[in-house]
């Protein structure tokens, strides 16, 4: 269920950087469903891929390569989706980190909010009981 509504929430990011977003262009929510799915399936696989390879630089610029690597994935899946007959478009470079930035803002937030945390139990042993007589 926590899966889905990632989902949903990266679907109502992809809509909101759209409307917001210069070059970032939307179809139907069900469009935004299955490109936020391919771009889960992406950033998972060649963006992992791409931020190993790049070590060095997003060290040399304390992680923030990786806003580059992101948008590049999400201008692929901009093209992909086209590709795949959807309704998302992406424009170009700056289109893609500025749609990927608001994407993740928001589908976080909306996760934050929604998406309640696991608490989780002190670790080591349990406390002792002691019955006083």
Known sequence: MTVLLRFVFSAIGLLVASSVVPGLGHGTFLD???????????????????KVIAIVPMACSFGCFSLVING????????????????FTVSGFWAGVFGALVTSIIASVLGAIFIPRDRQRPQGPP???????
């Open 32 to 50: 935004l469903l299955v490109v936020a799915v391919l771009l889960g399936a992406l950033n998972t696989t060649l963006g992992a891929f791409l």
């Open 127 to 133: 406390p002792t009981i002691k019955i006083v007589n």
């Open 72 to 87: 590049l994935v999400f201008w692929l899946a901009g093209s992909l989706s086209s590709k795949l007959g959807l309704d």
